[in-house]
């Protein structure tokens, strides 16, 4: 899956996330866009749990087809279709500037240090070796410690918070509800892409060190055209001897390579003493430590580029088996599996109001598919418990049993009712589904602005938890205002269902 794919299906799924109702995209519209592309009910490979090059396909086309048709309006719809192309940006030209800075300030190094003359020991190719050994280290341990597995750490987040910020600025002039889409598929983007962009900025450190260190040659080899270089040493803690044996250390592979001795020609180290003469000419030296530096700088920083180039072609063909395709592609083959199934909604000691009952009914799309014809049942008041069974007549393959969490658990009231809603859907025969949603709407309302808000909550759905614990049913909690908790309800909303067989559906 290309960047670029990937894009068009992370934004198809973020705005049919956010516009659940389908304001913009309407559901027997997507619905229809699913079979156009070849997404099938029965998923193929869905029984082993693998991810399929045509399951890949299907979704790409699909998302496609829908951008392609935002980008065909005017407006909102194809500002937002627009994220969908990488745009150029600030990122270019600032990994040029790195690396132009990189190069000037290695030449500029020359200028440092008495005019004319090279310390053999304090030469700034030494500091930049040294330097580079210790990024090597760094960056051979540091994965290992890393947590998210990448290493990227705080450097990463913040050059992924830089690059945000462009596409957020794109998000703020969008309308509802594209701007919570784009957001929405901004933050995904980002994540999916951490990976990537922590091999972007080693291959930039890695081409920056080369430079910095080419940089420091080429500035010896051009002031050398004009001004003659000696070369020579100085030192108030070493001897010739201890200078030599220190010379021949960090550059004898250089000189097993170029054939030049250390010292070049029949000049001693001794003779080289700084404070009894001049030095020698500098030009045999030169070449050694541009041996050198190729050989500990510029060979293994070659190596780490490949090395992240191979990761980031590597990153870019296992971008379509990112869990977060694979879920959609489920979802979507579930939408068009579901049919026309009646999903009832049971209000119990509540009265949703309209937005509330949106949210609910949006929920169940994302569940259920969105061609599930959801029906609310008239509220029941508490101890009407009976009338609400007697009610519901044929029992449906569905059931929502919503209630309000502003509602004191009681075992006699909301307990009866799931034990005896558990009974009929096993006494039925039929495959049933129990969804057990407390709405938090009203809570929030009444004690949103106390200080004790968030312990008075815990309470009260810890309460409902046990409530519902004998009966192997786990509780979905839902705000309306807060559209993260619905997405994450929506998202864990298998693990909710109770089936009419006693197991998790």
């Given at each position: 899956?290309?960047?670029?794919?990937?894009?068009?299906?992370?934004?198809?799924?973020?705005?049919?996330?956010?516009?659940?109702?389908?304001?913009?995209?309407p559901?027997?519209?997507?619905?229809?866009?699913?079979?156009?592309?070849?997404?099938?009910?029965?998923?193929?490979?869905?029984?082993?749990?693998?991810?399929?090059?045509?399951?890949?396909?299907?979704?790409?086309?699909?998302?496609?087809?829908?951008?392609?048709?935002?980008?065909?309006?005017?407006?909102?719809?194809?500002?937002?279709?627009?994220?969908?192309?990488?745009?150029?940006?600030?990122?270019?030209?600032?990994?040029?500037?790195?690396?132009?800075?990189?190069?000037?300030?290695?030449?500029?190094?020359?200028?440092?240090?008495?005019?004319?003359?090279?310390?053999?020991l304090?030469?700034?190719?030494?500091?930049?070796?040294?330097?580079?050994?210790?990024?090597?280290?760094?960056?051979?341990?540091?994965?290992?410690?890393?947590?998210?597995?990448?290493?990227?750490?705080?450097?990463?987040?913040?050059?992924?918070?830089?690059?945000?910020?462009?596409?957020?600025?794109?998000?703020?002039?969008?309308?509802?509800?594209?701007?919570?889409?784009?957001?929405?598929?901004?933050?995904?983007?980002?994540?999916?892409?951490?990976?990537a962009?922590?091999?972007?900025?080693?291959?930039?450190?890695?081409?920056?060190?080369?430079?910095?260190?080419?940089?420091?040659?080429?500035g010896?080899?051009?002031?050398?055209?004009?001004?003659?270089?000696?070369?020579?040493?100085?030192?108030?803690?070493?001897?010739?001897?201890?200078?030599?044996?220190?010379?021949?250390?960090?550059?004898?592979?250089?000189?097993?390579?170029?054939?030049?001795?250390?010292?070049?020609?029949?000049?001693?180290?001794?003779?080289?003493?700084?404070?009894?003469?001049?030095?020698?000419?500098?030009?045999?030296?030169?070449?050694?430590?541009?041996?050198?530096t190729?050989?500990?700088?510029?060979l293994p920083?070659?190596?780490?580029?490949?090395?992240?180039?191979?990761?980031?072609?590597?990153?870019?063909?296992?971008?379509?088996?990112?869990?977060?395709?694979?879920?959609?592609?489920?979802?979507?083959?579930?939408?068009?599996?579901?049919?026309?199934?009646?999903?009832?909604?049971l209000p119990?000691?509540?009265?949703?109001?309209?937005?509330?009952?949106?949210?609910?009914?949006?929920l169940?799309?994302?569940?259920?598919?969105?061609?599930?014809?959801?029906?609310?049942?008239?509220?029941?008041?508490?101890?009407?418990?009976?009338?609400?069974?007697?009610?519901?007549?044929?029992?449906?393959?569905?059931?929502?049993?919503?209630?309000?969490?502003?509602?004191?658990?009681?075992?006699?009231?909301?307990?009866?009712?799931?034990?005896?809603?558990?009974?009929?859907?096993?006494?039925?025969?039929?495959?049933?589904?129990?969804?057990?949603?407390?709405?938090?709407?009203?809570?929030?309302?009444?004690?949103?602005?106390?200080?004790?808000?968030?312990?008075?909550?815990?309470?009260?759905?810890?309460?409902?938890?046990?409530?519902?614990?004998?009966?192997?049913?786990q509780?979905?909690?839902?705000?309306?205002?807060?559209?993260?908790?619905?997405?994450?309800?929506?998202?864990?909303?298998?693990?909710?269902?109770?089936?009419?067989?006693?197991?998790?559906?």
């Amino acid at each position: 899956m290309s960047p670029e794919s990937a894009r068009e299906i992370l934004l198809t799924r973020s705005l049919e996330t956010v516009d659940r109702e389908g304001n913009v995209l309407p559901l027997k519209e997507r619905v229809r866009a699913t079979k156009d592309a070849g997404i099938v009910p029965s998923v193929e490979g869905s029984a082993s749990g693998e991810w399929l090059p045509i399951q890949e396909t299907r979704l790409c086309n699909r998302s496609r087809l829908t951008i392609e048709r935002l980008a065909g309006q005017s407006g909102d719809a194809a500002r937002y279709a627009g994220f969908s192309r990488s745009e150029r940006s600030r990122v270019p030209m600032l990994i040029a500037a790195v690396l132009i800075a990189a190069f000037v300030l290695g030449t500029m190094s020359n200028y440092l240090g008495r005019d004319g003359v090279i310390n053999l020991l304090a030469i700034p190719i030494f500091g930049l070796i040294a330097w580079n050994f210790v990024m090597y280290v760094l960056m051979l341990v540091t994965p290992l410690l890393s947590k998210n597995g990448h290493g990227g750490g705080v450097v990463t987040e913040k050059v992924g918070q830089w690059m945000k910020r462009g596409l957020e600025s794109r998000a703020a002039v969008l309308g509802s509800p594209f701007r919570a889409s784009a957001q929405k598929f901004i933050g995904e983007w980002a994540e999916l892409c951490a990976p990537a962009q922590w091999r972007i900025l080693r291959m930039v450190a890695h081409s920056s060190a080369i430079l910095l260190a080419a940089g420091v040659l080429a500035g010896m080899y051009l002031r050398g055209l004009g001004y003659e270089y000696k070369a020579g040493w100085e030192s108030t803690f070493l001897d010739a001897e201890g200078v030599s044996r220190w010379l021949r250390v960090l550059l004898g592979p250089g000189s097993a390579i170029t054939g030049i001795g250390i010292p070049p020609g029949d000049t001693t180290i001794a003779q080289l003493d700084l404070a009894k003469g001049a030095g020698e000419k500098a030009d045999q030296w030169i070449h050694l430590f541009a041996a050198n530096t190729a050989l500990y700088i510029f060979l293994p920083r070659i190596l780490f580029i490949v090395w992240e180039y191979v990761g980031l072609g590597r990153w870019r063909s296992d971008l379509g088996r990112a869990p977060i395709f694979s879920r959609y592609h489920a979802k979507l083959a579930k939408d068009i599996g579901g049919g026309d199934q009646l999903v009832r909604v049971l209000p119990f000691h509540c009265s949703p109001a309209p937005r509330h009952r949106d949210t609910v009914r949006g929920l169940i799309h994302q569940l259920w598919g969105g061609a599930a014809h959801v029906d609310f049942s008239e509220p029941a008041a508490y101890g009407e418990e009976d009338e609400l069974l007697e009610g519901m007549g044929v029992l449906p393959g569905y059931v929502v049993l919503l209630m309000s969490l502003s509602a004191t658990p009681e075992g006699e009231a909301h307990g009866f009712l799931i034990r005896e809603l558990q009974t009929r859907m096993r006494a039925s025969g039929e495959e049933t589904h129990l969804l057990v949603l407390l709405d938090e709407n009203r809570f929030r309302e009444r004690f949103g602005d106390m200080p004790e808000f968030t312990r008075r909550l815990e309470e009260r759905r810890s309460a409902w938890d046990e409530l519902t614990k004998p009966f192997g049913i786990q509780i979905g909690y839902f705000n309306s205002d807060d559209s993260a908790t619905a997405e994450q309800l929506a998202r864990s909303g298998d693990q909710l269902v109770w089936s009419s067989s006693g197991s998790d559906a």
